[in-house]
């Protein structure tokens, strides 16, 4: 399993140029992608804009959309977004997509809640065919364009992830909650004749440090899921917060049969990424 | 800490003393609206691993209990005029009074203020750091706030009622009775030296024929006391209380809220079917004591970790409850099963117990059913269920495994590829009894990509023939043929890229029932005419006739996954004004032509199966119950097994691939049907293959053993030495 880590692009205070430094750190320690999150209604960065400053910043590292909330963009647009990603940085994206789980990202755009799921089909149906021969490009690396997961836990979301994409990216979960997601996503890609395997994406949260850096990236957690209500409580409960806690929780994702795994910062001081750094060597 | 627990029943109560007994400083009050002695219900049941964690949260309590306890091992299913006993099952049952009555007893011990005949409003809880809604299933504390803790309910189908008898019962029991009204069954077991709970339960159709609706509890206790005269042996019925009510089966998002928090019955409930309310009551209580207790200042987070801790368990226990009260709602299906066969479908009904669970308990209990299975004396040595013989016309298959491998879209030009013949040689060598091919197309515009492998030339029949003789000789193995037409979902790329992507160049005129094309990309199909439709009656009769000349063991007919054939079963796709479009009979007519054709170019010896879309997993698509009459028809007609699929008609299906997802599919439409069923849809262990053959819920499974499994996860060629 390979792990990667997220940019602090939602954290307090990581939402600017803070992003660049943990983007050349990480791209010169031991994880494999730069992940990012979407929210349109929150003091955070846009995650295809925070992942090109990251591209250029970066070299080794692949970029993963977890996710982008595909139906408040129009098609041709988040297209050539992603073709421009992909260009800039030499074939790094991995394209996430899913509805999102807030409907006041949909209001503040002005996009019709109703009918999203029906329109992230469309999405992902569309995108191969703008991207084909550059026609929205720039051209990308790989014809068929940028890999591209699913995200979401409805049976029509994991329909819809083994129709028209690449694999499944998991929304967050102890370890028994992503082998539960695993095994609906391997479920449905035989039961749509895929050959092959879908790729298997996870994500955990992390803040490493004293007990204020460990309240903190609680009370962020706390406002982040504040939408979910009485939820956002287990969000924060289940941070990650010692290296033990880190290890056990790569293991589970590793044993669930995880593909890639990526670390979420809660807080955003930039040597977050030494630290789990620390922790992966001891592995 | 201040704790004002309302309710007194085995949750409150057993948090109540587990805090006073963990801290005597905290001053908790238990306020219960009845008398200390007036209580409903019997007997209450627990499991051993349930008593562990009593013995563990409270000595006292656990000693008390343990000494008034009934315990027994056995469960009997009397079914069809014969009794069959299951051993091992280590249940102990105590009485719901004595029980209250020895947790009031050990609060007052400890300095737990008990207040009786108290009801207490949701508007007026009482001033306290800690409220515990212990108030059961109809908490008027939650209902007070329903939009907080985002409560739902389901209301099951069937009717029972809680009754009493001085029988003392020496197993738990099942009795299963036929009458001119319908079906009942009871639920049975001891608890104290005298006296048996005796539930009676019965779907809502029944339950008003019988006029119950409309009884009083004289006149139920009397009707049910005829109608299980024999079982009762002159014992009586007794009643406290036990009107007829439905079962609710209650979830809640969130099971706190501020210094209010939910547990027991108030929280959640699981169909009284698997008997697990009072341990999951008391388990929630041991827990949130313990949560408490850790982060005594930090109330928000310890309410936090007490969900996290009991949800996902209660969720376990709430899903196996919904499969039990399933099997009861749908048991009249299982009429026709032999009782040893009946008895192993209801053990395992809830997939907590499987067949390995069930051998471990029951030895000899699971070596009967596997000689009753495959048909040798009892007491002789028999394999495992996935490991009979299976015989269907002339044709043995050596096992009941069935390996279908994903095609790779490799084909050239309809001829089967190399890599092709290995995947399924491949799949032959892992032991299976049959091996089922990728669709195989009766035309060219049948194929669903460029790569689809196909049967419209000699020269396919030519690469045919050396797949299956290589199969024949160097394997066990029969091959069956799946044949097929795409319909309105041909045309399209390798499915590397996704499904339903249409080519690029080179693609053809698709046709269909109607002209609805499969997504908004996809060409408009040609709604087939006449002349088409004799055309593809042809291409699948003269394929079917090159199938025998290869030497194929079994036929499939493909009539699923929106294909040409399924395109004319369902009414999402087919909107056709002749005689091949309208009602359920009309739209299975051309479907049936198609079954007929090859059915009469196949050889008499040899079997032939439909694989049939169960449901189109929309609303407005094709209903189980319709397809049930499908098979039947289908059965008249010659078909001998049905292999089960779901969905895929409509892209903008909803699925759902939860464990087994296709099983209570082919549960419904073997039984219902009374036909052969081949099932998939994520069966990944043996034992999961014997749990679901030995009950007969199918007689065939597609295995899918997960990645790494050393059987095949991949159909990666790797010689072995
Ligand atoms: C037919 C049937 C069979 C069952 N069999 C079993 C079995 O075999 N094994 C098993 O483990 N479980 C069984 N159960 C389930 C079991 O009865 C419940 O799950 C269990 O009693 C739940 O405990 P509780 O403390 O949460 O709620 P309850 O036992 O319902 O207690 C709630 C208490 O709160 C009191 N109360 C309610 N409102 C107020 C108010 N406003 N003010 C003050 N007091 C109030 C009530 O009077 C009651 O005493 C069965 C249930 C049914 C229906
Ligand atoms: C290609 C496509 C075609 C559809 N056709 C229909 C249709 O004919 N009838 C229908 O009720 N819904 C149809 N839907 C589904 C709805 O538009 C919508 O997606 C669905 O009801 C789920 O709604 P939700 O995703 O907002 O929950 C279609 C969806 C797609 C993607």
Redesign the pocket.
């Known amino acids: 399993m390979r792990v990667g880590i997220g940019l602090p692009s939602t954290v307090p205070g990581g939402a600017g140029r803070p992003s660049l430094e943990w983007a050349r750190r990480a791209d010169r320690g031991p994880f494999s992608s730069l992940g990012v999150l979407d929210r349109v209604v929150y003091e955070s960065l846009d995650p295809l804009l925070a992942l090109a400053a990251a591209a250029a910043v970066t070299s080794r590292v692949r970029l993963v959309t977890m996710v982008v909330v595909g139906p408040i963009r129009a098609t041709a647009v988040l297209a050539k977004q992603a073709a421009s990603l992909d260009a800039l940085s030499g074939g790094r994206l991995v394209l996430g997509l899913s509805i999102g789980a807030r409907l006041d990202d949909y209001d503040a755009p002005q996009i019709s809640r109703r009918g999203r799921g029906g329109r992230l089909s469309h999405q992902l149906l569309e995108l191969p065919e703008c991207w084909e021969r550059g026609r929205i490009g720039p051209g990308t690396t790989a014809s068929k364009g940028p890999e591209v997961l699913v995200g979401g836990l409805s049976g029509e979301s994991f329909a819809r992830m083994a129709r028209w994409s690449d694999g499944y990216v998991h929304g967050g979960g102890p370890p028994r909650a992503f082998a539960g997601a695993a095994s609906k996503a391997r479920a449905a890609w035989r039961d749509h004749g895929r050959p092959g395997r879908p790729q298997l994406w996870g994500q955990g949260y992390f803040a490493l440090g004293d007990q204020d850096t460990v309240e903190r990236g609680a009370a962020y957690l706390r406002d982040y899921y504040s939408f979910t209500g009485p939820f956002a409580e287990k969000v924060a409960a289940a941070n990650l917060t010692t290296p033990q806690a880190i290890i056990d929780f790569i293991r589970g994702y590793e044993d669930a049969g995880c593909d890639e795994l990526v670390l979420l910062p809660t807080v955003a001081e930039p040597d977050q990424v030494d630290r789990l750094a620390g922790v992966l060597a001891s592995l | 800490m201040r704790i004002a627990v309302?309710?007194?029943?085995?949750?409150?109560?057993?948090f109540g003393l587990l805090m006073r007994k963990a801290d005597p400083s905290h001053q908790v009050t238990v306020?219960?609206?009845?008398a200390p002695d007036?209580?409903f219900?019997?007997?209450?049941?627990?499991s051993e691993e349930?008593l562990g964690a009593l013995r563990d949260a409270d000595r006292v309590t656990f000693d008390a209990i343990t000494d008034s306890w009934a315990r027994w091992s056995a469960i009997d299913v009397k079914y069809g005029g014969e009794t069959i006993r299951s051993r091992g099952h280590v249940f102990s049952?105590t009485s719901?009074k004595g029980l209250?009555q020895i947790l009031q007893d050990r609060c007052r011990d400890v300095g737990v203020e008990l207040r009786f005949e108290?009801?207490?409003?949701?508007d007026a809880l009482p001033d306290a750091d800690l409220v515990v809604a212990?108030?059961?299933?109809?908490?008027?504390?939650r209902r007070a706030r329903p939009s907080v803790f985002g409560t739902r309910e389901h209301v099951h189908g069937t009717k029972?009622a809680?009754f009493g008898t001085d029988l003392v019962f020496k197993a738990f029991t099942f009795i299963f009775r036929e009458n001119e009204h319908g079906l009942f069954q009871v639920?049975a077991?001891p608890f104290d030296a005298r006296t048996s709970?005796f539930?009676v339960e019965c779907p809502e159709e029944v339950w008003q024929r019988a006029g119950l609706d409309l009884a009083g509890e004289e006149d139920s206790i009397r009707y049910c006391q005829q109608l299980f005269a024999e079982d009762l042996a002159g014992h009586s019925l007794l009643s406290n209380r036990s009107s007829w009510?439905s079962?609710v089966t209650l979830r809640n998002e969130s099971w706190h809220d501020g210094a209010v928090v939910l547990?027991?019955?108030?929280?959640h409930?699981?169909h009284?079917t698997i008997?697990?309310?009072?341990?999951?009551?008391?388990e929630?209580a041991i827990s949130l004591a313990e949560w408490l207790e850790r982060y005594p200042r930090e109330l928000e987070r310890a309410l936090t970790f007490y969900e996290l801790d009991r949800q996902p368990m209660v969720e376990r226990f709430q899903q196996a409850a919904l499969e039990s009260a399933a099997y009861f709602e749908n048991v009249r299906r299982y009429a026709g099963l032999e009782p040893i066969q009946f008895a192993s479908n209801l053990l395992t009904r809830s997939g907590r117990i499987t067949h390995l669970e069930l051998e471990r308990r029951d030895p000899p209990f699971v070596a009967a059913v596997d000689s009753w299975f495959a048909g040798r004396p009892e007491g002789s040595v028999a394999p495992p269920p996935h490991l009979v013989p299976l015989r269907s016309r002339g044709v043995t298959l050596g096992n009941r495994v069935v390996r279908w491998p994903t095609g790779e879209d490799d084909a050239k030009d309809g001829k089967p590829s190399a890599s092709l013949a290995i995947r399924l040689l491949d799949a032959a060598r892992s032991g299976a009894g049959l091996v089922l091919t990728e669709l195989v197309a009766v035309s060219p515009e049948g194929r669903i990509t460029p790569g689809t492998p196909g049967l419209w030339d000699d020269r396919h029949a030519q690469a045919w023939r050396e797949i299956v003789e290589r199969l024949h000789q160097e394997t066990d193995a029969r091959v069956a043929l799946l044949l097929g037409h795409s319909g309105r979902r041909g045309a399209t790329r390798p499915r590397r890229e996704g499904t339903d992507r249409p080519l690029r160049e080179g693609g053809w005129e698709l046709v269909s029932a109607s002209p609805i094309p499969y997504t908004e990309r996809s060409q408009i199909p040609k709604e087939l005419d006449e002349a088409g439709l004799s055309k593809v009656l042809d291409d699948f009769r003269r394929a079917a006739e090159r199938a025998e000349r290869v030497g194929f063991d079994v036929l499939e007919v493909h009539v699923g996954h929106g294909y040409l054939p399924a395109s004319f079963l369902s009414p999402l796709t087919n909107v056709r004004t002749d005689r091949y479009g309208g009602g359920p009979e009309e739209r299975l007519r051309f479907p049936l032509e198609v079954f007929d054709a090859v059915r009469a170019a196949w050889g008499k010896d040899r079997a032939v199966g439909v694989a049939l879309t169960a449901t189109d997993w929309t609303s407005q698509g094709t209903l189980p119950q319709e397809a049930v009459a499908t098979v039947r028809t289908l059965k008249e007609r010659g078909c001998d097994y049905v292999h089960i699929l779901a969905g895929h008609t409509v892209p903008w299906d909803r699925p759902e691939y939860g464990r087994l997802y296709l099983v209570p599919h082919s549960d419904r439409i073997r039984n219902e049907a009374g036909i052969a069923t081949l099932v998939g849809g994520n069966v990944t262990t043996s034992d999961e293959m014997n749990t679901i053959l030995a009950a007969g819920r199918a007689d065939l499974c597609v295995f899918d053993p997960p990645p790494g499994d050393p059987r095949g996860g991949s159909f990666v060629y790797a010689p072995s030495s």
């Open positions: 309302i309710g007194g029943g085995p949750a409150g109560l057993y306020y219960e609206r009845n007036a209580t219900g019997w007997g209450v049941v627990f349930t049952g719901r209250l108290v009801d207490v409003a949701p212990a108030d059961g299933v109809n908490s008027a504390i029972y809680w639920h077991y709970t539930i009510v079962f547990v027991g019955d108030a929280a409930t699981a009284f008997g697990s309310g009072t341990k999951l009551a008391m929630d």
